[in-house]
């Protein structure tokens, strides 16, 4: 019994002391995950999630410059028939050509008649200004 005493004599003081530094240890177990990261680490984790946070601003960014350049073409989206108007147009290019060829020829005959009207004239004048 003496024995038991004893031992209850020396843990007394340890008891004490538990309860003395109850609150300061229920406030670091609280704030116990704070301290698993090194500050460095928790900075790295900042820096992670500011760039991830930047470039997903810089898509929706993109995403908004799209969108403003396709405003004024935004009529277009009413187009249903736009496949075959295209088409029509391709098949007016064959026809414009073909009626172009003979007005460049007609073209180039009349400059060259300019040319050889040209010529005399100056021969004329010179002949009229020799008499």
């Known amino acids: 019994m003496k024995r038991l005493e004893d031992t209850l004599a020396t843990l007394a003081p340890a008891a004490l002391e ?15 995950d704070a301290l698993r990261f090194a500050p460095e680490a928790a900075e790295d984790a900042d820096n992670g999630r ?53 007005l460049d020829a007609a073209l180039k005959t009349g400059q ?8 005399s004239w100056e021969e004329l004048t010179t002949a009229a200004q020799r008499a």
Not at 18 to 32: G, I, S
Not at 112 to 119: H, N, S, V, Y
């Open 50 to 102: 500011q760039a991830e946070l930047e470039r997903e601003r810089d898509h929706w960014f993109r995403i908004r410059e799209s969108i403003r350049e396709l405003e004024p073409v935004r009529h277009a989206l009413s187009f249903s028939d736009a496949e075959e108007a295209l088409a029509g147009q391709n098949a007016l290019l064959p026809a414009l050509e073909a009626e172009l060829a003979p």
């Open 112 to 119: 060259e008649a300019l040319a050889q009207a040209e010529a």
């Open 18 to 32: 538990l309860t003395r530094v109850r609150d300061a240890r229920q406030t670091l177990t609280a704030l116990l």
